[in-house]
């Protein structure tokens, strides 16, 4: 069983960054990893995932080339950085794993294929 701990989130101005970061309890280094949110009143979304060793991400349009996914297999820990926030970026983020993506060349981006969910993170940008 895979737990998922996220942190990093808070409030923050629009314009500025948050680092967010999904520690996990065992060694994730063969799974695809995942950002997803959930704004309030709205169903959970992709934000962003990573396969196994860092080579292919894929990301929403929505939030490409303000944030970044990345993995450090060595501390089994993904991270999401995130830069010129919105006020429409407010949302609990969650991280989440493939555990059926032993090295597999693509990660997915369905929220289905994920088997594992961490607790999620409160990100709030103020206007």
């Known amino acids: 069983q895979v737990q998922l701990v996220e942190s990093g989130g808070g409030l923050v101005q629009a314009g500025g960054s948050l680092r967010l970061s999904c520690a996990a309890n065992r060694p994730i280094s063969v799974y695809a990893m995942g950002w997803f949110r959930q704004a309030p009143g709205k169903d959970r979304e992709f934000v962003a995932t990573?396969?196994?060793?860092?080579?292919?991400?894929y990301y929403a349009d929505f939030v490409k080339g303000r944030f970044t996914i990345y993995r450090d297999n060595a501390k089994d820990t993904v991270y999401l950085q995130t830069n010129s926030l919105r006020p429409e970026d407010t949302a609990v983020y969650y991280c989440a794993a493939d555990g059926s993506s032993r090295f597999k060349a693509l990660p997915p981006i369905g929220l289905e294929e994920f088997d594992y969910w961490g607790q999620g993170t409160q990100v709030t940008v103020s206007s």
């Open positions: 990573i396969n196994w060793s860092g080579e292919n991400i």
